[in-house]
């Protein structure tokens, strides 16, 4: 079994350094010479830190335009970048191999479906904490959990049935887009206020005040909307729960705000608010959110999508 993996960012390197951990074939694909020169630079060494403990491994690297073939691709990149980074290697996954996606938002996944049929691919969404505190190192902050299925109800694969949880934490769920859409609801109620506010998680409802409600109720019949009324009922708890929990964490939008990187805006509040459209409903408050999120972000000098 073939492992290769595409974004050498901390989520990439977390999977990189688990897999090669347990004893697996894994290689890195890099987009562009220079990105392969610097990781062959440091010896191909992928040091993975958890709880103060250091591991050193070496993870062959590949040009993505010259890979070999592989059984499974992990897409590690952001949402935005997915098509470019697709596009040079899909055509060499081995016949009856799969691909998991573990973006942020909605959109990059089923773009990805699209263009690797009929190869199976899988969505994920993932709760580990992560973070570089130089290249080639990533520091497992936070264990956490990877939610995994299948959208087109496909079979677990063999490879994911055989990767102990001691590995990757992993259930495998049936009904994934119910889990991604509650994701993007709860991203979309958290995610925008840390940026326009420049605050931490855990002082999104008092920055945002009535908004909030008003946003978590549209977000709820846009929830109903897309058939996931159980998902619905939940938000308001949910979006509560996760504040508190992450009450001093930097939301991901307002990490790569302060790291002066494009953000994912347009697969979590512009995928939002075209399914709102697509369904007629009225959403005033997360356009509002979307438009002045748009704007803060021109403001900033970073993309608006
Ligand atoms: O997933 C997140 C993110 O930052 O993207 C939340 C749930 C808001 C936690 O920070």
Not at 141 to 147: D, E, S, Y
Request: hydrophobic content about 45%; aromatic content about 6%; proline content about 5%.
């Amino acid at each position: 079994m073939q492992f290769a993996i595409l974004g050498a960012g901390s989520l990439g390197l977390l999977w990189a350094g688990r897999l090669a951990r347990a004893g697996h074939r894994v290689r890195l694909l890099m987009h562009t010479p220079e990105a392969l020169q610097r990781w062959q630079a440091r010896d191909s060494a992928l040091v993975l830190e958890q709880d103060g403990q250091q591991q050193m491994f070496r993870i062959p690297a590949q040009l993505n335009s010259v890979a070999d073939p592989f059984d499974c691709l992990i897409v590690a990149t952001k949402a935005y970048a997915v098509a470019e980074a697709l596009a040079p290697v899909y055509r060499r996954l081995a016949p009856g191999g799969s691909v998991v996606m573990l973006q942020n938002g909605l959109g990059s996944q089923q773009y990805a479906t699209q263009l690797c049929a009929p190869s199976q691919v899988l969505y994920a969404s993932v709760t580990d904490g992560a973070w570089m505190p130089r290249p080639g190192h990533v520091v497992w902050a936070g264990t956490g959990i990877t939610r995994i299925g299948d959208p087109s109800a496909g079979p677990c694969p063999a490879w994911l049935e055989e990767l102990p949880v001691s590995v990757v934490d992993w259930c495998w769920e049936t009904d994934m887009e119910s889990v991604l859409w509650q994701k993007l609801a709860i991203n979309c109620a958290i995610n925008p206020y840390t940026v326009l506010h420049d605050c931490a998680n855990g002082e999104v409802a008092e920055r945002a005040g009535a908004d909030l409600d008003a946003l978590v109720a549209e977000l709820q019949s846009l929830l109903v909307a897309q058939g996931f009324r159980g998902q619905a009922t939940e938000l308001p708890t949910l979006v509560s729960t996760v504040i508190q929990r992450t009450a001093l964490n930097s939301s991901s939008m307002r990490q790569d705000v302060q790291a002066g990187r494009r953000t994912e805006i347009e697969y979590i509040l512009g995928y939002a608010c075209r399914a709102a459209a697509r369904h007629g409903l009225e959403t005033p408050t997360l356009r509002t959110l979307h438009r002045r999120l748009e704007t803060h972000l021109a403001m900033l000098g970073l993309p608006t999508n």
